[in-house]
């Protein structure tokens, strides 16, 4: 009995007791992490009748950080994405952060904030978390359905409105041929867009070239439109141009140069290599100022200096050297242009090797038959600007004796002629960074009349003006993360350096003999750098992302929408100690 009554009082107890929770495992069970994101792009140093937009934000920000600051921790993102931003922070750390937060180059999307705030606080997986927002809302970076992106947490819309503004901006440009040679003429193609509500009449747009202006031009945009334009202008000199293109907009001034560099050429160099005797009809079409043409019988001329031409013929080699093979394999790796013209004998072990080094298909079995070329590859880029249009009773040429290729595959192969048969009698292959032209026939009368054919000044000419090395005359903050350099043999430590402001040691590395350089996020600043490594260098020029020209934004109207209808976000339109408190109250419950 006495028993009984014993497990009868213990139950009592234990069916009105509470478990005891300390006060320390209470803060942890309520603590937070509050995700902040400052919009520090270039838009945010507008001002409204109460400031600059960053400005603004930055007191938001300090807002946000004070109603939690007695419960939770933090994680701070900006545009920057900084290293040392890029964990759980304490008030104190946060606070500085914000502190430091000032206008940067670099853009986000909407897309890459949540990324990277998801990616922080992963490890912090059973803690709740909230996201804060602050940014004027650029419809560019915050494009549709952008609060659709992740609903696991709320995500809190702190909208810093602007005036209307308008902009002009230089979008982008880009150099119609990729063959610079002094004194040729260059044709420079462009895009303006004219973002606001007038149509703009007789906007000035300039060219300079190594610090002087060498072209103008005036263009008219509807409002709202962008429009493309040219202008022209010759090479004066030979090396690296350093040149820019630009426009007067006092509003919004970032987008209103476009830096670019490309290389001038004294001339095309081009070198045939022959048998026994030169061809007049390849030394004829050469003549042109725009090449410097150097013909040699086999053996006669010093290898080592291969890599200095933009185009080497074979003509009528019976036997190819290992040494030959080996050295137009590595000019060919490294951009070169290589024509090969069969002799009507040939040795077969030494043009197998040949194809197998340069990873083009072998010649086989001769064949001497009455053919013609049936089919013409306009689209290739050797018959680039050849053609408006080809008839079906365009002239093709004639063929009376050619080698067949064995069939093996080859991913890089065009077409440039086929016979009536179906078999090559021009293709292209890519071997490293060059490209390789193969003749199925001799350039010879008895083989075939391609060398008094219309067509083989046209693509000769191309073949010698090709520059398959051709590298971009821009990259765009923020969006190029990577440079890789083309014919760079120095192994030494590489730097870029910016007209002696800037000098930083990138992270490089060297892949299949080329080498990238890494550029993070350390180039802030638009305009001319410079990579060396004391033994080499090369100008390299970048521009802002344009990404930042559209100055669209969401309208206050178009978020209190998005916020009725979805549980997950919150907006919020109260500035200072009244955000304060009111974010307080919603902490608490």
């Given at each position: 009995l006495l028993l009984t009554r014993l497990l009868l009082i213990s139950a009592i107890i234990l069916a009105f007791s509470e478990p005891y929770i300390s006060n320390n495992e209470k803060a942890v069970e309520n603590k937070k992490i509050i995700g902040i994101y400052i919009d520090n792009s270039f838009s945010m140093n507008a001002e409204n009748e109460k400031g600059r937009l960053i400005d603004q934000a930055?007191?938001?920000?300090?807002?946000?950080?004070?109603?939690?600051?007695?419960?939770?921790e933090f994680i701070f993102l900006s545009n920057e994405l900084q290293g040392k931003h890029q964990r759980i922070l304490d008030y104190k750390n946060c606070l500085e952060a914000i502190d430091q937060t000032s206008i940067e180059a670099q853009v986000l999307d909407f897309n890459t904030v949540i990324n990277?705030?998801?990616?922080?606080?992963?490890?912090?997986?059973?803690?709740?978390?909230?996201?804060?927002?602050?940014?004027?809302?650029?419809?560019?970076?915050?494009?549709?359905?952008?609060?659709?992106?992740?609903?696991?947490?709320?995500?809190?819309?702190?909208?810093?409105?602007?005036?209307?503004?308008?902009?002009?901006?230089?979008?982008?440009?880009?150099?119609?041929?990729?063959n610079h040679i002094l004194g040729g003429q260059e044709w420079l193609n462009f895009d303006i867009s004219n973002i606001s509500n007038k149509d703009l009449e007789n906007l000035t747009v300039k060219l300079f070239i190594n610090g002087k202006q060498k072209a103008l031009s005036t263009v008219s945009i509807k409002a709202h439109e962008k429009t493309t334009?040219?202008?022209?202008?010759?090479?004066?000199?030979?090396?690296?141009?350093?040149?820019?293109?630009?426009?007067?907009?006092p509003v919004i001034p970032f987008d209103n140069k476009l830096y670019f560099n490309f290389n001038v050429k004294a001339s095309n160099k081009?070198?045939?290599?022959?048998?026994?005797n030169e061809n007049k009809s390849l030394f004829a079409l050469f003549q042109d100022n725009i090449f410097d043409y150097q013909s040699y019988k086999v053996g006669m001329f010093d290898l080592t200096k291969l890599n200095q031409q933009n185009l080497i013929i074979l003509d009528g080699i019976t036997h190819p050297t290992s040494g030959l093979i080996n050295e137009l394999k590595l000019y060919t790796d490294n951009g070169?242009?290589?024509?090969?013209?069969?002799?009507?004998?040939?040795?077969?072990?030494?043009?197998?090797?040949?194809?197998?080094?340069?990873?083009?298909?072998?010649y086989s079995e001769y064949h001497s038959r009455n053919l013609k070329v049936a089919k013409l590859n306009t689209n290739h880029l050797i018959f680039k600007d050849v053609f408006e249009k080809q008839t079906k009773d365009t002239d093709l040429p004639d063929v009376k004796q050619y080698y067949s290729l064995k069939n093996t595959h080859f991913n890089s192969e065009e077409l440039i002629m086929s016979?009536?048969?179906n078999e090559p009698f021009i293709s292209s292959y890519i071997n490293g960074l060059g490209s390789i032209y193969l003749l199925c026939s001799p350039l010879k009368k008895k083989a075939s009349n391609l060398e008094k054919h219309a067509l083989f000044v046209p693509l000769l000419h191309n073949m010698g003006i090709q520059n398959v090395s051709e590298e971009n005359i821009y990259y765009t903050l923020g969006k190029t993360?990577?440079?890789?350099?083309?014919?760079?043999?120095?192994?030494?430590?590489?730097?870029?350096?910016?007209?002696?402001?800037?000098?930083?040691?990138?992270?490089?590395?060297?892949?299949?003999?080329?080498?990238?350089?890494?550029?993070?996020?350390?180039?802030?600043?638009?305009?001319?750098?410079?990579?060396?490594n004391k033994d080499e260098s090369k100008i390299v020029s970048f521009n802002y992302n344009r990404l930042e020209s559209n100055l669209t934004t969401w309208e206050t109207e178009e978020l209190e929408k998005i916020n009725s209808q979805y549980a997950h976000i919150k907006l919020w339109k109260k500035e200072g100690i009244q955000?304060?408190?009111?974010?307080?109250?919603?902490?608490t419950g």
């Open positions: 930055k007191n938001h920000a300090r807002n946000v950080l004070n109603a939690h600051k007695e419960s939770d990277r705030w998801n990616t922080l606080k992963q490890n912090e997986s059973n803690t709740k978390s909230e996201l804060f927002i602050i940014s004027d809302f650029q419809k560019t970076s915050f494009k549709e359905e952008f609060y659709l992106k992740d609903k696991r947490f709320t995500t809190h819309l702190i909208p810093i409105s602007t005036y209307p503004q308008a902009n002009i901006a230089i979008d982008t440009c880009y150099l119609e041929s990729p334009s040219k202008l022209s202008f010759n090479n004066h000199s030979i090396g690296t141009q350093e040149a820019y293109i630009e426009i007067k907009d081009v070198l045939c290599i022959y048998e026994e070169g242009n290589l024509l090969i013209i069969p002799s009507n004998k040939i040795d077969r072990e030494a043009y197998k090797n040949l194809a197998l080094k340069l990873k083009i298909p072998e016979l009536n048969t993360k990577t440079i890789e350099l083309q014919n760079q043999s120095s192994i030494k430590q590489w730097r870029i350096q910016k007209e002696g402001t800037v000098d930083l040691l990138p992270e490089v590395k060297t892949i299949d003999q080329k080498i990238y350089i890494n550029l993070q996020e350390l180039i802030q600043e638009d305009g001319f750098y410079t990579l060396t955000l304060e408190n009111s974010l307080k109250e919603n902490r």
